[in-house]
């Protein structure tokens, strides 16, 4: 596709489940990015994958939290045993290997109830 | 922490120019300035970016001081579309095997008004 792509959207769940927020670059973008934002804050990092090489994890906020990326594409971020404050707009980002801007997907919106 | 300073918020009437200033005092040498924004509901959109040399494209202008320490981002004549927060980062480039990770702040609420 021409953008990058998150699904869910929307995503609604319990607390105490986990959930999978999956986020497609743009082809041919080496480095991925995940942020969260809270209601009226800035953008918080999570995780960042360059290429082959081992993902930056240090902005993950608890061992509940982990993000894969297969075959230097498509990422998942898993949250295990979800919290209310886990609750949040979870934005994707890529970047290609050269100098140039980072596209954002449009987010998943992450209720817990 | 993030690396630039930013107004939290500014507010414009419609059809001037909207000047955004942003602070990055510790930038380094091979660091660009980027500005993205960030409309209600939406994932960050990048405007532009720059080096040293001021730069324009058909979104804004920005405009770099010679020491580099501080930058301003210009829409020349504002809409009631750009009301939106505004990010200043800096990064250096991404190259194969590199890394870099933008720390964005609260950036600026930009109201513009009609």
């Known amino acids: 596709g021409a953008g990058v792509s998150q699904s869910p959207s929307n995503k609604v769940t319990e607390k105490g489940k986990d959930v999978e927020l999956r986020c497609d670059p743009i082809s041919g973008h080496t480095a991925l990015y995940w942020y969260r934002q809270s209601l009226g804050q800035g953008l918080e990092f999570l995780i960042y994958f360059q290429g082959n090489s081992a993902p930056d994890k240090s902005g993950l906020p608890s061992d509940r939290f982990s993000a894969e990326r297969t075959g230097g594409s498509v990422s998942t971020l898993t949250i295990q045993r979800t919290q209310q404050e886990d609750s949040a707009v979870y934005l994707c980002?890529?970047?290609?290997?050269?100098?140039?801007?980072?596209?954002f997907g449009s987010g998943t919106r992450l209720t817990v109830v | 922490d993030a690396k630039t300073t930013q107004p939290p918020s500014m507010d414009c009437a419609e059809g001037r120019a909207a000047n955004l200033p942003c602070n990055h005092s510790t930038i380094s040498g091979n660091e660009y300035v980027y500005w993205y924004r960030q409309i209600h509901s939406q994932g960050p959109q990048y405007i532009i970016h720059g080096l040293k040399n001021n730069e324009t494209n058909e979104m804004a202008s920005l405009i770099i001081t010679e020491d580099r320490k501080s930058s301003t981002l210009i829409l020349p004549h504002a809409t009631l579309r750009d009301t939106a927060v505004y990010y200043c980062i800096v990064s250096s480039p991404l190259t194969s095997g590199g890394s870099y990770i933008p720390t964005f702040g609260r950036g600026t609420s930009l109201i513009v008004h009609p």
């Open positions: 980002a890529s970047s290609p290997p050269l100098l140039y801007g980072y596209t």
